[in-house]
């Protein structure tokens, strides 16, 4: 997946947040609202990414989680291969986004050693995470 954004969408990581989340400053200052669009639904898809497999691994368990995520991306890489190549370089890394976190919730290490799959924020993860469990808990004390 890294190979692919680098080197089919102008050199954009579509797996590292921490560029995304700098980008989405720096094109508000420079009033591109267009680019802010795509990143924050890159931003939410990532999120969104992350949440659907904490469900999913919450409610189901890991062997279904890990059939999930080959799920996703098996389907994340035919709708990669129908987006055109001079597509807007964020626009055609949205799928990506979405896959790379799912990815990223699954596979996070080998036995004791903690490791990614990815390269990308542990902390828009972790908030993501915590934003809505908070949530869904309120819900649940009502």
């Not at 890294?2 to 590292?16: E, I, K, M, Q, V």
């Not at 989340?21 to 795509?38: K, P």
């Not at 890489?77 to 597509?87: E, G, R, S, T």
């Not at 976190?101 to 990815?118: A, D, E, L, P």
């Amino acid at each position: 997946m890294g190979g692919y954004s680098l080197f089919t969408r102008l050199g954009n990581l579509g797996t590292a947040q921490t560029g995304n989340l700098i980008e989405i400053v720096l094109n508000i200052f420079g009033r591109n609202y267009q680019e802010v669009g795509l990143r924050l639904a890159a931003l939410l898809l990532f999120i969104l990414g992350n949440v659907s497999a904490a469900l999913i691994k919450h409610n189901f368990g890991r062997f279904v989680l890990k059939i999930y995520t080959f799920g996703v991306l098996i389907v994340g890489q035919v709708i990669l291969a129908f987006i055109p190549a001079d597509a807007d370089a964020v626009l055609g890394l949205l799928p990506l986004f979405f896959m790379s976190s799912v990815q990223w919730f699954t596979f996070t290490g080998t036995r004791k050693y903690n490791c990614s799959t990815i390269f990308s924020t542990n902390n828009l993860k972790a908030d993501g995470l915590r934003l809505y469990l908070l949530s869904s808990d309120r819900k649940r004390r009502r």
